[in-house]
């Protein structure tokens, strides 16, 4: 069964920048798709950005060319590199497969404030 654990959210100022982390246990790691999603208080879990197996990157319009995701496929860890934050991008973060995401972990807090 999958484990998921996000970490490294917080409170920032705009224009500052964190790194997530998702700890990924009880999978095969290596084969499977991964994304960030981010959810806000009444709105829908929207997908935000995606890695393949082969390392093929996707981003949402919200947060191309600001956000970085990247895979650890020996550690196997999912990050999401935040640069220039706004205060629009305040959610909670959660790390899950791209495909049929499932098991859904606590999430990570990040707040950004203006």
């Known amino acids: 069964q999958v484990r998921l654990v996000e970490s490294g959210g917080g409170l920032v100022q705009a224009g500052e920048s964190l790194r997530l982390s998702c700890a990924v246990s009880g999978i095969n790691f290596k084969l499977a798709a991964w994304a960030w999603y981010r959810q806000t208080p009444g709105k829908q879990r929207e997908l935000i950005a995606s890695?393949?197996?082969?390392?093929?990157?996707t981003y949402d319009d919200s947060v191309k060319g600001r956000f970085i995701i990247s895979r650890d496929n020996v550690r196997t860890f999912v990050r999401l590199q935040m640069n220039s934050l706004k205060p629009e991008d305040t959610a909670r973060y959660y790390c899950?497969?791209?495909?049929?995401?499932?098991?859904w972990g606590r999430g990570t807090q990040v707040t950004v404030s203006s």
């Open positions: 899950n497969f791209l495909n049929q995401p499932q098991g």
């Open positions: 890695i393949t197996s082969s390392g093929i990157t």
